[in-house]
């Protein structure tokens, strides 16, 4: 089977990636993993095709950095801090469009597509398109489930995680909107 893997983040997020990538390789399959650029070389000293998906880290890294730098400052002053979560936001939608087109590219002739946390909303629409699986790895609990924290009562984190999903999907809705046009997908209703 040809297997393609798409992983974004920090070596913490893409590493669990490159282990799974690692072991279906070592099973006979065909591997091709899209990481970020500044970790195609990680990717490829552990014996993996690479492919350059998505911006450099640092530029996610520096605005995740200087939004959380200046909110604690500034946390009274709602205008600002919207402001400040859309520059953090920026430079991972402005790459959205780049994201699909590559991760659409390398699926073109694969069997199954996995990807991470990070950008799965992404590789979900690329899967639906080109109806295949997807397979989704999460090495913590992330899913909506009552056991996060258990010393509180199972009914309100499960609450809690919902509403989360359900801000970070509308916090990507308008880039999301926009591949799934692209791809001649309707448009996304929910999570």
């Given amino acids: 089977m040809k297997f393609v893997l798409a992983f974004y983040g920090t070596r913490g997020d893409v590493e669990p990636g490159v282990a799974v990538a690692r072991e279906l390789q070592r099973r006979g399959h065909d ?5 970020p650029p500044d970790l195609m070389g990680f990717a490829e000293a552990a014996g993996l095709t690479a492919v350059a998906y998505g911006p450099d880290n640092q530029a996610w890294l520096e605005a995740t950095r200087n939004l959380w730098a200046r909110v604690f400052r500034n946390f009274w002053r709602i205008k600002e801090i919207q402001r400040l979560l859309r520059e953090a936001r920026e430079p991972g939608t402005k790459a959205w469009a780049e994201m699909s087109e590559t991760l659409t590219s390398l699926t073109d002739t694969a069997d199954s597509l996995v990807t991470g ?3 799965q909303e992404l590789a979900a629409n690329v899967a639906e398109f080109r109806d295949m699986p997807l397979a989704t790895l999460l090495w913590f609990p992330n899913r909506v489930n009552g056991r996060l924290f258990p010393a509180l009562p199972a009914p309100l984190v499960r609450s809690a995680m919902k509403v989360y999903e359900w801000l970070v999907w509308r916090g990507v809705k308008t880039s999301e909107d926009t591949q799934r046009r ?5 448009k996304a209703t929910s999570p």
């Avoid at 692209?182 to 309707?186: D, T, V």
């Fill in 31 to 35: 591997v091709c993993i899209a990481v």
């Fill in 117 to 119: 946390m990070s950008y």
């Fill in 182 to 186: 692209e791809l001649g997908l309707p």
